[in-house]
Nanobody, 123 residues
């Protein structure tokens, strides 16, 4: 069992930036891609970004390309999501995800989820 703990959410004005972090309860790396999803009340959880276990490959949802950047530090079991030029439509609960495979994309299904962190972008 792996627990994922997110941090870094909050309230920011449109055009601002936030950095989310997610730390796993045990060291991850080999065969574990990681990623971020987001969800609004009453809607499905949507893919935001994913990063391969070595960190050399990244994938992004169309709505965040060029504004959000995912990275990871396997030495501390942490994945980051740098969010720039935030827009009100980015408002959502953001969930960290761990995959039981080395590479993941928008159609991949995570094995573990974090508890979520709220991001609110005001106009």
């Amino acid at each position: 069992q792996v627990q994922l703990v997110e941090s870094g959410g909050g309230v920011v004005q449109a055009g601002g930036s936030l950095r989310l972090s997610c730390t796993a309860s045990r060291r991850t790396g080999t065969n574990n891609a990681m990623g971020w999803f987001r969800q609004l009340p009453g809607e499905e959880r949507k893919f935001v970004a994913a990063i391969s276990w070595k960190g050399e490959s990244t994938t992004y949802g169309d709505s965040v390309k060029g504004r959000f950047f995912i990275s990871r530090d396997n030495s501390v079991g942490t994945v980051f999501l740098q969010m720039n030029d935030l827009k009100p439509e980015d408002t959502a609960v953001y969930y960290c995800a761990l995959f039981s495979r080395p590479y993941a994309g928008s159609s991949s299904r995570p094995t573990y989820w974090g508890q979520g962190t709220q991001v609110t972008v005001s106009a």
